[in-house]
Nanobody, 120 residues
Framework: QLQLVESGGGLVQPGGSLRLSCAAS????????IGWFRQAPGKEREGVSC????????YYADSVKGRFTISRDNAKNTVYLQMNSLKPEDTAVYYC?????????????WGQGTQVTVSS
């Protein structure tokens, strides 16, 4: 069974850091682009970042550029999202998703999400 599982969410103070993990089971992430998305209460889901499988190209939403870093460890079949200088507006449920090869608008597999709350 193909599955993505996010972890690493939690409560953090403004200015703090978290590292989210997206672990795959049932398939190899080597051939998949992985995107991170988030959805805050009452808001639409938005793309945060993506990393392609082909050449490791990375993409970031303007709102997180310079603060978030996406990376992948194919040996561990896991993709990470390092989030620094967190702001209250980063509060959301974060999801990872997978699609073959390159970052796209549509994704084939989704995780269940992990809550990130930035608050003092």
């Amino acid at each position: 069974q193909l599955q993505l599982v996010e972890s690493g969410g939690g409560l953090v103070q403004p200015g703090g850091s978290l590292r989210l993990s997206c672990a795959a089971s049932g398939f190899t992430l080597d051939y998949y682009a992985i995107g991170w998305f988030r959805q805050a209460p009452g808001k639409e889901r938005e793309g945060v970042s993506c990393i392609s499988s082909s050449d490791g190209s990375t993409y970031y939403a303007d709102s997180v550029k310079g603060r978030f870093t996406i990376s992948r460890d194919n040996a561990k079949n896991t993709v990470y999202l390092q989030m620094n200088s967190l702001k209250p507006e980063d509060t959301a449920v974060y999801y990872c998703a997978a699609v073959r090869s390159v970052c796209r608008y549509e994704y084939d597999y989704w995780g269940q999400g992990t809550q990130v709350t930035v608050s003092s």
